[in-house]
């Protein structure tokens, strides 16, 4: 199924919600440069990029109750998490792995992002094993609502859980059970895959035989969704449904987003191994934040002025959590020998 809203909740959306959105992409792409910056200078050992899929992110985001809702994220979601929450200085105190870091003290590689506070569970380094375990938060949702335990209708409890995956990760046994148990139950869950036609170095013909990752989701008995991942609107209208969908108790969406990374998958990657440089070029042309910035403009919310006060505000912002994580100390030796788990409840 593709989308072609016809009541486009994005219609709906404030300038100041649309300037938001536009806020969290642009800082999200220079601290994600930023770090790209940090690792060649030898600063930092490891950076995995969101570069390309900030659209597909922020849009999915701001269609949630950010901050209540559950979201279990991929390492590629730096967009998603800054939307919801999660501070350039978090993210740089992971970079660094220095004393205090949000997510797990230092513990967790960066980009395993992780805040309780915010409903952002923290994933492991194996793909794909997020899938199961947010359906199975989406089932203790529906579960607590079906006993009576909370009102369905109350805002201020979880009524959906989110995750994310790029499309090489749905070759992984663990996301065939996850969206299984989310179709048979009828999950309050979405399914958000990030398709950027490659898994790691593997063209997408080489990952599957059909066209699309959602042409499956027919298979499982949810909803599925195509939308242009470089159009934050679109994928903004298409979370709305979702969600709303979920919060109906009409069960879970698979929604695909396509979209393209045009940096390596890692700082360890050399992407010219296998794809050319005109295809990353074409693929530049289709930026998600310059589209954005260049939509803004031409229905008169955002101008040069405005455009130009965000890039120094962002710079600033980026500067500043660089500045902190670096003057932070490092997590004392004996440190990694406790607190692995949280302490039992009197």
């Not at 048979?184 to 170095?201: D, E, G, M, R, T």
């Not at 066209?211 to 027919?218: L, P, T």
Request: aromatic share 8%.
């Amino acid at each position: 199924m593709t989308t072609n809203a016809v009541a486009r909740a994005s219609s709906r959306l404030s300038e100041d919600t649309l300037l938001e959105m536009f806020w969290v992409m642009l800082l999200s792409r220079r601290l994600d440069e930023r770090s790209w910056a940090l690792h060649r200078q030898g600063k930092i050992h490891f950076h995995i990029s969101g570069m390309g899929h900030e659209a597909a992110q922020v849009g999915t985001a701001f269609a949630l109750n950010r901050g209540v809702d559950y979201v279990h994220p991929y390492y590629r979601d730096l967009a998603l998490v800054l939307a919801i929450g999660v501070t350039p200085t978090d993210f740089m105190m992971s970079l660094y792995g220095k004393q205090g870091e949000y997510s797990s003290g230092g513990r967790q590689m960066p980009s395993h992002f992780g805040s309780k506070h915010l409903n952002i569970i923290s994933g492991s380094s194996p793909v794909a094993t997020q899938v199961p375990q947010a359906a199975g938060i989406a089932f203790a949702i529906k579960y607590r609502q079906t006993c009576g335990l909370v009102d369905p209708q109350d805002t201020t409890q979880p009524r959906v859980a989110l995750t994310c995956l790029g499309e090489g990760s749905t070759s992984q046994g663990e996301w065939h059970e996850g969206m299984n148990w989310a179709g048979v139950h009828k999950l309050p869950f979405i399914c958000l895959v990030q398709n950027n036609n490659y898994a790691i170095s593997v063209p997408l013909g080489s990952q599957m035989a059909v066209a699309n990752v959602a042409d499956r989701a027919a298979a499982y008995g949810v909803t599925g969704v195509i939308v242009d991942g470089n159009d934050i609107l679109a994928v903004y209208d298409v979370l709305a449904d979702a969600v709303e969908r979920a919060y109906n108790g009409d069960g879970a969406t698979l929604v695909e987003a396509k979209t393209y990374r045009p940096v390596p998958h890692s700082s360890d990657d050399d992407d010219r191994s296998y794809r050319t440089r005109e295809e990353v070029d074409a693929w530049k042309k289709k930026d998600p934040v310059l589209r954005f910035r260049r939509h803004l403009e031409e229905i008169g919310v955002l101008t040069p002025d405005m455009a130009n006060d965000y890039e120094v505000r962002a710079r600033a912002e980026v500067d500043k959590a660089q500045a902190t994580a670096e003057a932070a100390p490092y997590p004392a030796p004996e440190d990694a020998l406790g607190a692995l788990y949280a302490p039992a409840e009197a």
